[in-house]
């Protein structure tokens, strides 16, 4: 995708992508059938420079790093990117404004890796449950009602036959 085309001609693209399209969220969800929804958007600023809008919407499934119960964490993030020629006017455009991120033009822009570091930047390094909601591994055994192993076990051999 021109992405500078994209911008001038206020191009909309909206659509959904799987995790298993993502290289590098396919590694860490637990399941890789969740959806997201992309949408992206071309316009200009007030200086006529091409500017994109990039809206990202899903959860995602991981293991909670306290307990390693799988954890829902649900993403959503638009970001504005104001598309420059070189790395060079990068610098100058982030001295100028740092809440909006600038992008190199490119011919060929890859539209789901800029999604998958969206989606990545809204994850905490380390997710967890909220307090209270995790349950640590119980390895003493106690404290645990019905639904433990044992009892499932039993299920299990019960409808075996
Ligand atoms: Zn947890």
Redesign the pocket.
Known sequence: MDSIQFARTSGELSWSAQVSDFERLAQIALDDEADFQLRLEGFQDGDEKPCLRLQVKGAIRLS?Q??L?P?SLEVASEREFVLVEREHDMMDLAEEDEAIESLVAEAQLDVLALAEDEILLQMPIAP??DPG???PPDWTGRGRNDSSAFSVLGTLTDTKD
């Open positions: 909670c306290r307990c119960e954890l967890m449950h909601i995790c349950n």
